[in-house]
Nanobody
Framework: QVQLVESGGGLVQAGGSLKLSCTAS????????MGWYRQTPGKQRESVAS???????NYAESVKGRFTISRDNAKNTVSLQMNSLKPEDTAVYYC????????????WGQGTQVTVSS
C-alpha cells in the first residue's frame, strides 16, 4: 500500500509559475514510475510528465519546455515545476506512482487544483 499526498496548487496569473510537490509513503518499491496527471471536467485524465528512478523523463507535448519534473529518491518525493503557465493548464493535478514489479499497482494522490487566470 502506497499513499501519495500533493501540495502546491493554487491560483496564478497567465505567465506565472507554480511548483507542485508529492510525497509518497508506505510500501514503496524501488522500481517505479512517478508522475503527474491532470484532469478537467468532461475530459479524460491525461499524463503531464513522468520520471523513473534514474531520472529519465517524459513530457506531454503541450508542456515541453515549460514544465520540469524531478524526484528525490531519498525523500520519496516528486515535484513539478510549472513555468509560463497558460489558462489551458487549469486542471486538477494528480500525483501518480506505478510499480514496475509484481502486480504493477498504480496509486493516486487526492489531487490539487491549479487555476491559471488570464
Amino acid at each position: 500500500q502506497v499513499q501519495l499526498v500533493e501540495s502546491g496548487g493554487g491560483l496564478v496569473q497567465a505567465g506565472g509559475s507554480l511548483k507542485l510537490s508529492c510525497t509518497a509513503s508506505g510500501n514503496i518499491f524501488s522500481e517505479n514510475v512517478m508522475g503527474w496527471y491532470r484532469q478537467t471536467p468532461g475530459k479524460q485524465r491525461e499524463s503531464v510528465a513522468s520520471i523513473i528512478r534514474d531520472g529519465n523523463t517524459n513530457y506531454a507535448e503541450s508542456v515541453k519546455g515549460r514544465f520540469t519534473i524531478s524526484r528525490d529518491n531519498a525523500k520519496n518525493t516528486v515535484s513539478l515545476q510549472m513555468n509560463s503557465l497558460k489558462p489551458e493548464d487549469t486542471a486538477v493535478y494528480y500525483c501518480n506512482l506505478m510499480r514496475l514489479t509484481g502486480y504493477y499497482e498504480t496509486y493516486w494522490g487526492q489531487g490539487t487544483q491549479v487555476t491559471v487566470s488570464s
